[in-house]
C-alpha cells in the first residue's frame, strides 16, 4: 500500500524568505509524485510533478520540488515566499507507470503561513 | 474553458434524505474520481471510473455509490447520508495515467 506523510500541520515563513514543505512516501516500484495547492474557498490546484529526469521540478507559481529517491521525499520549495502563497498544500503519490492506475495517495496538508 | 465542475457548491440536508452531487468535466478524459476531505487526513478515494460504465471502489466507499453512463459525468450518490458523511467533496478527471484536475469542491453538511 502506498502512503505520503507531511510531517508539519503549518509552516511559517517571512515575506521574502524562502520556504520548504515536507512530504515524504512509501510506494511500490519507482512513484508519481505531485503537489497540490488550495486556496481558501477553492479546489485543488496542481503546482507540478515528477515521473522521471531531473530530480528537481519547476513548477507553477515559481514552486519547485526536489524528488530524493534514497530518502523517498519530495520536498516543495521556493527561494522567496509571498504572502499570496499562504495556502493549504497536499503532496500526492500513486505508482509509477502509465498501466499502474490513477489512485493517488494524498498526505495530510500542510498550512503555509507567509506573514508580511 | 477546460474545467471540471461540480454541483451544487455547498449542500445542508437532514439524515437519510437522499442526495446526489453531480460531476461533469469537458476534456474527454477517461479517468474520473471522487475524494472527500476531511482535516488532517488530507484527501481521501470514494470511488473512481477508468471509463464509462467501468467503476470501482477507492478508499472509503462505504455509503457512496456512483454511476459512468456518460464519458463527462460522473455523479456521487447518497442514499441515506449520515452526519459523517460531512466533509468537502471533490471531483477530479484525468486521461488514463495522466495528472488529475480537480472541480471547485461541494461542501455538504448532514445535520
Known amino acids: 500500500a502506498q502512503s505520503v506523510a507531511q510531517p508539519e500541520d503549518q509552516v511559517n515563513v517571512a515575506e521574502g524568505n524562502p520556504l520548504t514543505v515536507k512530504c515524504t512516501y512509501s510506494?511500490?516500484?519507482?512513484?508519481?509524485l505531485f503537489w497540490y495547492v488550495q486556496y481558501p474557498n477553492r479546489g485543488l490546484q496542481f503546482l507540478l510533478k515528477?515521473?522521471?529526469?531531473?530530480?528537481l521540478v519547476k513548477g507553477s507559481y515559481g514552486f519547485e520540488a526536489e524528488f530524493n529517491k534514497s530518502q523517498t521525499s519530495f520536498h516543495l520549495k521556493k527561494p522567496s515566499a509571498l504572502v499570496s502563497d499562504s495556502a493549504l498544500y497536499f503532496c500526492?503519490?500513486?505508482?509509477?507507470?502509465?498501466?499502474?492506475?490513477?489512485?493517488?495517495?494524498f498526505g495530510g496538508g500542510t498550512r503555509l503561513m507567509v506573514k508580511p | 474553458e477546460a474545467q471540471v465542475t461540480q454541483n451544487p457548491r455547498y449542500l445542508i440536508t437532514v439524515t437519510g434524505k437522499k442526495l446526489t452531487v453531480t460531476c461533469s468535466q469537458n476534456m474527454n478524459h477517461e479517468y474520473m474520481s471522487w475524494y472527500r476531505q476531511d482535516p488532517g487526513l488530507g484527501l481521501r478515494q470514494i470511488y473512481y471510473s477508468m471509463n464509462v460504465e467501468v467503476t470501482d471502489k477507492g478508499d472509503v466507499p462505504e455509503g457512496y455509490k456512483v454511476s459512468r453512463k456518460e464519458k463527462r459525468n460522473f455523479p456521487l450518490i447518497l442514499e441515506s447520508p449520515s452526519p459523517n458523511q460531512t466533509s468537502l467533496y471533490f471531483c477530479?478527471?484525468?486521461?488514463?495515467?495522466?495528472?488529475?484536475?480537480f472541480g471547485p469542491g461541494t461542501r455538504l453538511l448532514v445535520l
Open positions: 515528477y515521473i522521471t529526469g531531473d530530480n
Open positions: 500526492a503519490v500513486r505508482p509509477g507507470g502509465d498501466n499502474a492506475g490513477n489512485m493517488l495517495t
Open positions: 510506494v511500490s516500484g519507482n512513484p508519481y
Open positions: 477530479a478527471s484525468s486521461l488514463l495515467g495522466g495528472t488529475q484536475y
